[in-house]
T-cell receptor, first 113, second 115 residues
C-alpha cells in the first residue's frame, strides 16, 4: 500500500504565483523526501526532512513536516515555467533506510506563462 | 560523470520473451535499486542491493530477477515477459543508507512494452 498520498493530484497556477502541495502518510517515519519528475525523465531529489525537523528551505522551496498530523507540505515560491513537472513525496519508515522508501502518486504541477 | 545510466531506453517484447535491463552508476554507490512506475501508482520497488553480490526483494519482485556481480552494475531480468510488466523502469543508487538519509539518484528510465 502507498505510504504517501499527495494532494492535489493536479495543480495549475500562473507564473509568479506560489504553489503548495501536500503529502499525508500513515506510519511513523525516519524521514520524508520530495522529488521532481519532468515529463519523460527520471526523478530528481529536491529536499529531505527528518522526523525531528519541522521546516527546511532550499532556494525557492520550503518544506514543512507535522509528525503529529502525519503530513508534509512543499511550497514553491515565485513559480516559473520550468517548475512544470510532477512532484512526489516519499517516506522512509522508522528504523529503515531507503530500501523502504515509499512513493506517493504525485502532484502534477503546471505553470501557465 | 554520467551518474546513473540505463540501457535500453525503449524496448518492445512479445509475451514470453526474456530480456535484461542494465543499470550502471559511476558514483561508487553501495546501494542500488530497481523501481517500476505505472500510471496512478507512484514508484514501486522491485528489488534492491546493498552491496556487490547481494540482492533483496522489494515490494513487487514477482516475475523479475536481479544480479549485482559488480559494484557499479545492477541488472534486472524478465525471464518470461507478461503484459502486466509493461511499465517504465527506473534504476537508482545511493551511498550506504545507514544512518538513513542519503539522496537517491535516478536514471532516466526504460520504457518497456510487452505485447
Amino acid at each position: 500500500s502507498q505510504q504517501g498520498e499527495e494532494d492535489p493530484q493536479a495543480l495549475s497556477i500562473q507564473e509568479g504565483e506560489n504553489a503548495t502541495m501536500n503529502c499525508s502518510y500513515k506510519t511513523s517515519i525516519n524521514n520524508l523526501q520530495w522529488y521532481r519528475q519532468n515529463s519523460g525523465r527520471g526523478l530528481v531529489h529536491l529536499i529531505l526532512i527528518r522526523s525531528n525537523e519541522r521546516e527546511k528551505h532550499s532556494g525557492r522551496l520550503r518544506v514543512t513536516l507535522d509528525t503529529s498530523k502525519k503530513s508534509s507540505s512543499l511550497l514553491i515560491t515565485a513559480s516559473r515555467a520550468a517548475d512544470t513537472a510532477s512532484y512526489f513525496c516519499a517516506t522512509v519508515k522508522s528504523r529503515f533506510g531507503n530500501e523502504k522508501l515509499t512513493f506517493g502518486t504525485g502532484t502534477r504541477l503546471t505553470i501557465i506563462p | 560523470n554520467a551518474g546513473v545510466t540505463q540501457t535500453p531506453k525503449f524496448r518492445v517484447l512479445k509475451t514470453g520473451q526474456s530480456m535484461t535491463l542494465l543499470c550502471a552508476q559511476d558514483m561508487n554507490h553501495e546501494y542500488m535499486y530497481w523501481y517500476r512506475q505505472d500510471p496512478g501508482m507512484g514508484l514501486r520497488l522491485i528489488h534492491y542491493s546493498v552491496g556487490e553480490g547481494t540482492t533483496a526483494k522489494g515490494e513487487v519482485p514477482d516475475g523479475y530477477n536481479v544480479s549485482r556481480l559488480k559494484k557499479q552494475n545492477f541488472l534486472l531480468g524478465l525471464e518470461s515477459a507478461a503484459p502486466s510488466q509493461t511499465s517504465v523502469y527506473f534504476c537508482a543508487s545511493s551511498y550506504r543508507d545507514r544512518p538513513p538519509g542519503n539522496t537517491i539518484y535516478f536514471g532516466e528510465g526504460s520504457w518497456l512494452t510487452v505485447v
